[in-house]
């Protein structure tokens, strides 16, 4: 059974352009990704998958220089980026994680791709309803749910953030939510605002040095400890661009 993760990654980002490529202690943000997901024992490839314009080249050179797989694609349709990409790179299994969540835990990744091959399940993840904070986010679906999702979607929403057909139409899919052990804080940890990448890098700054592959555990200690970091993004609503693309979607 294999497994790949295909991080969706681009610099056009309308609220933090270039986001994807900021610094954190030293490194682009899209490294620490890979990086961390390299500790994901149940992950046989990571993948970046950006698109085919101009603005990205910047991607596929990093990509390039640190001996990433990456595949390129269109911009706006990235349910046909990831259709595409499967076919170079094929896996039973996709897991797609977004580029602006440099938190992500490479072991909450095994946990649900593991909860995804026992349960025999088309897709499953943390976010559908969400169990974990912002920035947390792991979705795995099979190759199968991905190949019908290229076929069926219509809406500009279901193409642009891959999976909502998928878990809109439950009676065509085994879907699973993986659910949290306990009550978690839903804390913003994912970057699209200046204030979020603040706030990342003031926990990369506490935590990189002594654990590179630190886990949420560590981060929810640590802002137990500093709540005043956590005053600057509560402004900011979970999954915005998802949201104004279903409202779009639901008015046509």
Request: glycine share 2%; with cysteine; aromatic share 6%.
């Amino acid at each position: 059974m294999k497994t790949n993760v295909f991080i969706q990654a681009r610099m056009s980002s309308s609220r933090l352009p270039g986001k994807v490529l900021e610094t954190i202690v030293g490194k682009p943000m899209l490294l620490h990704i890979v990086e961390r997901l390299k500790h994901a024992t149940l992950v046989d490839k990571i993948v970046v998958l950006t698109s085919d314009e101009q603005s990205d080249d910047i991607i596929k050179d990093m990509c390039e220089n640190h001996s990433i797989d990456c595949f390129r694609g269109s911009l706006n349709n990235v349910l046909e980026r990831f259709f595409l990409a499967s076919e170079d790179f094929p896996a039973d299994n996709i897991v797609r994680i977004t580029a602006d969540c440099p938190l992500v835990d490479s072991q909450l990744v095994d946990e649900i791709i593991a909860k995804h091959i026992n349960g025999n399940a088309d897709f499953t993840s943390n976010c559908h309803p969400s169990m974990y904070p912002d920035g947390l986010d792991v979705e795995v679906l099979k190759l199968e749910a991905l190949h019908k999702a290229q076929l069926k979607a219509s809406t500009s929403h279901q193409k642009e953030h891959v999976t909502p057909y998928i878990f809109t139409h439950p009676e065509q899919f085994i879907c699973i939510n993986f659910n949290a052990p306990k009550l978690i804080p839903t804390y913003r940890l994912t970057v699209d605002h200046p204030e979020d990448l603040t706030l990342v890098r003031k926990i990369y700054g506490a935590l990189y040095e002594s654990n590179s592959n630190f886990n949420l555990e560590l981060i929810l200690k640590l802002l137990e400890q500093n709540p005043m970091w956590l005053e600057s993004n509560t402004q900011y609503a979970r999954n915005e661009a998802l949201q104004r693309h279903l409202t779009r979607d639901l008015d046509i």
